[in-house]
Every structure is written in structure tokens, then in C-alpha cells.
């Protein structure tokens, strides 16, 4: 078992507000990922929900039992550093071993379950070495180990893949998923990378100066992002922001006026919004095409090739569009955009997603 | 901020052993800063005021009244018979009877046994017992010498010990890395067992009895130098071969840019320095026999030996001893502390 | 003022200039070096590494002459002196009997004070570490008398501890029998350890709150989670990561503790009878306070704590290299 809940949880440093009630579920056996800009309080949720930061207000609850006065060492869980926190004068062996000696775990049984683990994370050659003697994704896979002996109710993980290069960081992303398959366990998860909370989660938690943005699966958040802040956050490339105004409604849909450019037709509702309303209308670079028919027409700034992609990015309006296989643009050249309705968001004045419409189909 | 206050121990709440903790360090800070107030508070006690048992803990003394055609006289409080309650001044004391006026009436002379008056005590600093040991004494000259060694020996020691440095850190020339090793191995050598060969070296060259004495054989720093090399190291070398490129010369390198440079290096010497000369006690005694060129530690243990009995003299000039160095502990506070945890040096 | 010290920097920075580039144009490659490190060279020569050798023939001359080219050469006739006892436990059967109660003095002094003083600053350091309200002010109180001179350190405890003094004005307070602190020869030898370490503690407290301090906050918070009680974290974790701090306040207390000196001298003078005479007194005493100036036997005796010195910094660069291992 390792269920969470997060019950309108504060936190305040002093006259601070860092934490601003926030409420949110980890079911048992997922694997969530805390995202957010560095400041927007992940790490700080995190040192909360395992004991070594005081809940200002709100309940922690773990398996259903508020553990906002349990000790840390006593509520189940274990901790993966950032910087992994081994401890420097005891061999691998002994760092693995070290929490279980503590509170009493027989002899046969630790070497049992440090054999395990050792062996799980290939760790076996090196467990007698000090962690100095070892890699960088050797140390974190200590640091991972310690954590499994422990066989907690949740893991979790503080940004523990930042101190590695790019390509090892793709290597242990890839473990940490099977290890997630294999074990089953819990795991709560805080990086600022976007790209490793899509590629790991089934659950994304996106922060913001304290505040929970969104919650959901990847693709949720990928698909329909409440608002603008998660709209730009998750993705890669970031999605493009257009500033329009409501033009008209047109059974009930959203038409934008792109100043310059035209009429824009929207999958949108327009709830209650009224001609004129202020309106940013975003499009991922993946989902803008280059059209003969686009509205969009403008000068092409710079062209990235990747070779299996490109992307153009327009100066005048400022907007990325990427487009698989190579392209023959350049510098200078003119270019129109579409923006297809069925993949356009919309954006009120708040930064709020309008919905789309319900029946709408997907595939124009 | 926020792992400063709750990372520590991990205990989240107030407990005993905060308390505890507490209690210590403010019991620790009265042993261990107690003692130099009470220092200072006893330095401007007069002398009649250091001779009260038990001491009184701020300064007292007798208060004195103007009588006319009588002069100053000792202020009394009378406790028994007809005048009690009244201040009189004594005119005279004759045995076991005391001869008072009424200092409204100073033509009545009243007749009382010593028993039946105490002294009339009021606050009072003695400031003078600071001033009377630049009147009485010749203290300017060894307040003079104290400051001649500590300024000229920092200065020195600063330029010497920076230009031995820079060569170790930024030149390559064969036997550097020897006189380095050469340099550190005097940190083995303390002043205290050269003591015998340095006199006579001092003294060949004419340095007894001169501030010289002191300065010279302290100027070069094994701990100056080390501090300084480590220091310099950090800078980069393209400054220097940029300079070069100027058409700077090596010691307009050194003066101009290696040095400016090292000033957080140069500052923690110069305050190391500083608190090094005017501290040093064994080597000037040695070299320095004559008491008109006494540094102030100096004068400070002759006086004890000499006038036990005018404490009142010996606490003032105490505190005009520790004065400077507090002073520049208490400006400096945070930048001696990062200094030595960094350097281990003292 | 600030522009009058740069002008005055840069007019004496300057003089050497045209000297400085002579020698920069005579000079090849980094030998320009030689120059830079010559001063201090020089004065290493003169006040250091000379006095060594003259040591070593001070030590086997003899006579009270102070210039060696009039001293009788005596071979090992002063360390024979010193070192002749019938019972070297005994200081009073050996014919230089103030040297060797100085000997024993030293041994005990360092003994309790270096002990005594490890504890207290580790004490302290550990406290400070934790969540203290008021830190820096309570770090600098126990580090200020660190800076007062050992002349001031001894008088103010002399003050205190005098017969009438503000110690026995409050044991009288309590109703105890005053003590003449400094006229006992045992209270005196605790006075000598006390006021030591009251004057050096702080500088010791210093280092090991910068070792505690760089012991990394994660770590704490492992431990805390692998569920370690503070006993064992204190023995298992925090004593193994501050040893190479422990190591350099252990070596540097002895090296210190060995040459006593000042202070003690000054609160003392040695007495009563020879209760605080150390080693470093003898010397003073014989080779410069003594009626007769025996520079030769100051100068062995001077060699003999060298060598003791010399032992002790050979296991502090040893403790400091291995330290720099492991960080």
C-alpha cells in the first residue's frame, strides 16, 4: 500500500506563503511527477510529504492516516537526494545496510535484501568500494538502493537525475520506469524537466509559485492544459502565443480576430464572453502548418534543421511552427501559416482555457 | 533560509535539548565575555572604589562636598543620635570620634563617634585613572612603539609575504616548488626555541632595544605566504598575459593587478598581522629591555610586577590594550571568523 | 583619505619600477621569480634557518658568552645536564630539577588542557550547529577572547582570582572559606589549564563549526530518514566526517600546548614555588632572566622541544593529507 492525499496543505516560512492550499491524490502504485519552474515550492511539497519540512496548515495523509506529526523516520517512505546523500565513509555495502541495522532488521535478513537490491540495480561489484570510488550513475543507483531495502510504502525521488549528463539521464530515465514496472510501488518524483515528468509519469502534478496549475496524465495536460501557464510549460517546443480579440460567435463557437491577419475560426465555447474580449490563442509548433491558404503570413527569421526536423520560426508575428523532414526555406523568405481549429487553444484574459466545444469532432 | 531553520537534526519542535542548548551558550557567553567587563567596569573604579570588599559592580566613590573656608570635604550620612539622617561633611577625624559641619552651617563643628556616620557613595567614573597614565607615566611612548611595530610589521609583512606569493603562484623557475617546501617547513620552527641564536643575530645587528627588533624577524610569515599562494592561485593566468600584452611591466603586474586582486587574502593577513604584533609577548621581551621601548604587553607585565598595589593603573591600561582589538573584532567580526575556518591558522 | 592612500600606494608602488625592469630585463623566463620571493628569503635565512644551526652550537658550548666564537665547545655536555636525574620521576634528584618539573608541568598542562579543551570546543561547536537563536552573537562570544593578548588574558583572571577578588566576593556570598587562588600550587596549575583554555577555545570552536557546517545538509536528512538516533548519528556519522577537523584542533592544541608560555607567566610568574614552571619558562628563565645567562643549556632544552614539536607537525601533515583524501 502507498496511497497519498494532499488535504489544503500551506506552507509559510515567517510571513511567507510558499505552499497555498494545495489539495491533490497519489493512488498506490502510480507514479507521480511534481513539475514546475525552479521557486514554484515542488521540492519544499516534497520534504513535507516525507517529514522533514512541518505542515503549516492542511493534513498529509498516508494510507488514509494524516501523518502531519509522524516523524519522518517513522512514515514509511524513502528518500532519493538530489545530490544523493550517501554517506561518504561507509562502503556501498554499508550505506545500504546502514537504515536497516538501525531499527533492528536481523543480520541474514539485511544481507538478503541489500543481495537483492545490489543485484537489481548491478550493483554487486562495487559494494565494497566508497561512494567517492564510483560514477555519477553509480552513486544514484546506491542512492536508489538504500531507498529499496528499505521496502517503503512510497518513494520518493528529489530531482535525482540533475546531477547526470544528458545521456546518462535518458539511461537511468529508462530505469526508473522498469524499476516502477517491477516493484509497483508508489513513487512521487520532483524535476523542473519537462520532459522527464512526460516521459515518466502517470500522473503529472504541474506547480506554480505554490499553486497547483493542473493535475492529470501526461497527454491530459499535453491535450487540453487548463490554462496558459501549463499550456506553455508542457511541450517541447513551447507552444506559440497569438494576442486576438473575440471577433464574433458563431454557434456558440469562438471567431478570433488576429489583428493584422484576419478572421480566426475556433473548436472553442465562448461561454459567456462578449465581442471584443481580449483573447490568446495558442498553437503547438508541431500542430501549425505551412499552408498556400494560411492566415498567418510572414517572414521567416531562422530555420533549424535536425535533418528529421525543422523549424521555421516567423519574426513578425513571433511564431515557431516545426514540420518533419527538411525544408528549403531560408532567411528571408516569405511564408503562410494555418492554424487549424481542432488543435487551437484559447485563452481568455485570465489565462484560463476556454473548453472545447463537446461534440466536436477531433479530425476535421 | 527555509533549510537553515528545519534542516538541521531534523527536529521540528522546541524540545529540552533546545533549551539546554540554550542555557549553555548564554552561561558559556557570561565565562567567557563576563570577565572582560568586569574588566571594564573595575578600570573606572577610583582607587578607594578597587579597595571596597565585596566589590561594588559599578563604580562607587565617596562624595565630596565645597564647604566654605573649609575646602572639599568627605560627605558623611549620620545614623545615630540627634543629627541622624542628616549629610555632614567631616572636617577631621581624631581616634574613634569625627569632627563634622553642617555643610548649610560650617561655623558649628559637631562631635560624633565614627560609628554613628557612613560614607555618602555615588556613582562616579574614574576617568582619570585613564588620562593620569599619559601625565604620569610615559604611556605615549609605549602606546607609540605598540603602534610603530603593529602598523610598520603589517605593512611589511603585507608587501613581503604578497611578493614571495606571487612569484610562487604565477612564475615557473627551477627550486620554486623547494622554496616553497623550504617556506612551509618553517612553520615547524617556532619563535620559541630560536630564541637564543635570533638575540644574538638581533643584537649583532643592533636591533636590541630598537621597534626593529621585533618588526624584522617577523616580517616573513610561512602562514602569510601560504594564505597569499593559495589565494592567487584562483586568478586566472590570461590577466597576466593579457597585462603583458599591455606592455605592463612584471611588477606593474604585480602592483597594478595581482595585488588589487588579493585583497580579501591581503585583508585576513593584515588583520592576522595586526592582532599577531600587538599581542606578541616573549620574543620583545627578550629583545626589548629597556622601558622607553616597551610595547604595551610589555609594560603592562612590568607594571604588574612593580606596583601590585595600583591596580588602578594596571586595569586602565589593560583596557587601553584590549580597546584596539576589540574594536577591530568587532568591525571585522565575520570576516576573521570566515578567515580563520578557512586558513586554520591563528 | 581613500584617494590619499591610492595616491600613496601607487608613489611607493612605483619606486621599484625602474629597478624591477633592469632586473625583468636580465632575467630569462620565470627567473624574475627569484626576485619577488627574495626578501622574504632573505629574512627566513636570517631569523630562521641560521638560528637552527646556531642552536645546535649553542647547545654544545658552554659559558655565558653570548657570541659563539668566544663559547668553549662542551660536546653533549648540556643535554648530559639536563637529562641527569637518579630518578626522572623525581624532578628534585635531577641536577636541573627546574627543568624537569617544567617536563612534567608540560606533560600534565597538555595532558588536561588539550583533553579538556577538545571536549569543551566540540561541545560548543555541536551546540552552535543546531537551531540556536542568536548564533553569530554567541559565536563571537566564545571566540573573542581568541584575540586579546595572552598579557591581558592573564591579568584579568588575576583580577578576578586575586585574594579579594570578585571570585572569593562571591564564594563568600555562598558562605565558602575564600581560597588564595594563585598562592595554592594545585589551584594555581588549574587556573594555568583554566584561563588556557578560556583564551584559546573559540579559535578551535571555529574550526570544527566549519567542519560541522560542511557536513552536507542532505546527509543529515538520510540519516534522519534511515530512522538513526542521535546517538548513533553523532557516533556513526557526524565524529567520521568531522575526524579530519578533530585531527588538525588535536594536533594544533598540542603543538600549542606544548610551548605554555605567556599567559601562565603572567598570572603566575611559574609559582608558587615551581607549580607553573614549564618547559618554555626554563628557557626564558635560564637563557635570559637568570643572574647568569646559560645560553647553552636554553639552547638543548630549546632542541628538545623542538624535536618533540617536530613529530607532532609530521602527524598533523600526515592527518591534513589524509583529510584531503577523503573530502
Known sequence: MGALQLRDVCKQFGPTKVIHNVSFDVPDGSFTVFVGPSG???????????????????????????????????????????????????????????????????????????GEAARMLRLEPYLSRKPTAL?????????????????????????????????????????????????????????????????????????????????????????????RFVAGFIGSPRMNFLEATLAEVQNGLVVAALPGFGLVPTNRLASSLQPGAKLTLGIRPEHAALAEDGVVVGQVGLVEQLGGMSTIRLDQPDLTVQIAGQTGLSFGATVRVALPRHVLHVFDEAGLALPAAPAAPLAT | MANLLTARRGRLRWDWTDWAAHLYLVLGTLVMFGPVLWLGLSSVKSESGLQAY????????????????????????????????????????????????????????????????????????????????????????????????????????????????????????????????????????????????????????????????????????????????????????????????????????????????????????????????????????????????????????????????????????????????????????????????????? | MVKLVAALYAALMNLPERPMKWAQSQLSGGRLGWVFVGPNLAIFAIFTFLPIAFDLHYALTGGTQLLPGDRPYVGAENFASLLDCTDHFDPNSCRRDLFWHGIWNTLAFVGLQVGLMLFFSLLTAIVLNGRIIGRSFFRAAFFYPVLLSPVVVALIWKWILQREGLL????????????????????????????????????????????????????????????????????RITLPLLMPNVLVVLVLGLIRAVQIFDEVYVLTGGGPGSATTFVVQYIYKTGFADQVRQYGLAAAASLLLASVLLVLTLIQMKGQGGGKQRG
Open chain 3, 168 to 235: 572569593n566576593a562571591a564564594m563568600e556570598g555562598v558562605g565558602a572559606t575564600p581560597v588564595n587562588w594563585l598562592l595554592d600550587g594545585n589551584w594555581a596549575f588549574f587556573w594555568s589549564v583554566f584561563v588556557s583554555i578560556w583564551a584559546h577555545m573559540g579559535f578551535y570552536t571555529l574550526i570544527l563549526l566549519a567542519g560541522l557546517q560542511s557536513i552536507p545538509a542532505e546527509i543529515n536528512e538520510a540519516s534522519q530518514m534511515d530512522a538513526t538516533r542521535p546517538f548513533r548519528h553523532f557516533t
Open chain 1, 135 to 227: 560514477s555519477g550513475g553509480q552513486r544514484q543507483r546506491v542512492a536508489i538502493g538504500r531507498a529499496i531495502v528499505r521496502e517503503p510504502r512510497i518513494f520518493l525521488f528529489d530531482e535525482p537525475l540533475s546531477n547526470l549528463d544528458a545521456e546518462l539521464r535518458v539511461d537511468m530515465r529508462a530505469e526508473l520506469a522498469a524499476l516502477h514496472r517491477r516493484l509497483r510501488t508508489t513513487m512521487v518524483y520532483v524535476t523542473h524537466d519537462q520532459v522527464e515528468a512526460m516521459t515518466l509519469a502517470d500522473q503529472i502534478v504541474v506547480l506554480r509559485a505554490g499553486r497547483v496549475e493542473q493535475v492529470g496524465h501526461p497527454l491530459e495536460l499535453y491535450n487540453r492544459p487548463a490554462n
Open chain 1, 40 to 114: 514554484c515550492g515542488k521540492s519544499t511539497l516534497l520534504r513535507m510529504i516525507c517529514g522533514l519540512e512541518t505542515v503549516s496548515s492542511g493534513e498529509v495523509m498516508i494510507d488514509g492516516q494524516v501523518a502531519n506529526d509522524i516523524p519522518a523516520a517513522r512514515r514509511g517512505l524513502a528518500m532519493v537526494f538530489q545530490s544523493y546523500a550517501l554517506y561518504p565513509h561507509m562502503s556501498v555495502q554499508q550505506n545500504m545496510a546502514f537504515g536497516l541495522e538501525n531499527i533492528g532488521t536481523p543480520k541474514a535478513e539485511i544481507a538478503a535484501r541489500v
Open chain 2, 54 to 346: 565585596p566589590p561594588t559592580i559599578l563604580p562607587y566613590e565617596q562624595a565630596r562636598i565645597d564647604v566654605p573656608e573649609r575646602g572639599t570635604l568627605k560627605l558623611f550620612h549620620v545614623t545615630q543620635g540627634e543629627h541622624a539622617g542628616q549629610d555632614l561633611a567631616e572636617v577631621r577625624r581624631l581616634g574613634l570620634q569625627s569632627q563634622l559641619v553642617d555643610p548649610a552651617n560650617p561655623g558649628t563643628l559637631i562631635r560624633l563617634p565614627i560609628e554613628a556616620r557612613t560614607p555618602v557613595m555615588r556613582l562616579h567614573a574614574a576617568w582619570e585613572n585613564f588620562t593620569d597614565l599619559f601625565s604620569q607615566f610615559s604611556f605615549a611612548r609605549i602606546v607609540w612603539n605598540s603602534v610603530f611595530i603593529t602598523v610598520v610589521a603589517t605593512v611589511l609583512t603585507l608587501l613581503v609575504n604578497s611578493m614571495a606569493a606571487f612569484a610562487l603562484s604565477k612564475y615557473k623557475f627551477s627550486g620554486r616548488d623547494q622554496v616553497f617546501l623550504l617556506m612551509l617547513a618553517t612553520l615547524m620552527i617556532p619563535p620559541t626555541i630560536v630564541l637564543v641564536p635570533n638575540y644574538l643575530i638581533a643584537s649583532q645587528l643592533g636591533l636590541t632595544n630598537s621597534p626593529w627588533g621585533v618588526i624584522w624577524p617577523a616580517v616573513a610569515t610561512p602562514t602569510g605566504v601560504f594564505l597569499l599562494r593559495q589565494y592567487m592561485l584562483t586568478l586566472p593566468d590570461e590577466l597576466l598575459e593579457a597585462a603583458r600584452m599591455d606592455h605592463a611591466s612584471e611588477w606593474r603586474i604585480y602592483w597594478r593587478i595581482i595585488l588589487p586582486l588579493s585583497s580579501p587574502a591581503l585583508a585576513v593577513l593584515a588583520i592576522f598581522s595586526v592582532m599577531w604584533r600587538w599581542n606578541e609577548f616573549l620574543w620583545p621581551m627578550v629583545v626589548l629591555s629597556r622601558s622607553e621601548s616597551f610595547t604595551l604587553p610589555l609594560a603592562l607585565n612590568s607594571f604588574q610586577g612593580e606596583l601590585t598595589t595600583q591596580w588602578h593603573f594596571l586595569l586602565a591600561m589593560t583596557v587601553l590594550t584590549l580597546l584596539p582589538v576589540t574594536a577591530i573584532f568587532v568591525v571585522l567580526q565575520r570576516h576573521i571568523a570566515q578567515g580563520i575556518a578557512s586558513a586554520g591558522v591563528k
